[in-house]
């Protein structure tokens, strides 16, 4: 485990209000190659939301929580995990869905 000298993303972002073209820009490009990762990885995390990304003072992203992952079969995946508010629709509807 790691202490992170920083923010949730949910907190910054409410903090600072808008946080600008160059700060999103940055954060999302993490974001984007941590997925990218997970995914050579064969893991899903299965709750990526604002309050599961932190952010240092860096300015660098930090992917929290990953109590609902699975890391292997994640293509076909039938079970409810996840924030409710955050889920796609198939899993809401106890459809098969790809974790990625």
Do not use: W
């Amino acid at each position: 485990m790691e202490y992170v000298q920083g923010d949730l993303l949910f907190d910054f972002v409410k903090d600072f209000g808008g946080i600008g073209e160059a700060k999103s820009k940055a954060i999302m490009s993490q974001l984007v190659h941590v997925l990218k990762y997970l995914r050579a990885m064969n893991v899903a995390h299965r709750d990526i939301k604002l309050e599961n990304i932190m952010v240092t003072d860096q300015l660098q992203v930090k992917v929290a929580d990953f109590g609902f992952a699975k890391a292997e079969n994640c293509s076909k995946l039938r079970s409810y995990r996840g924030t409710k508010t955050y889920m796609a629709p198939e899993i809401k509807e106890g459809k098969k869905y790809d974790g990625h």
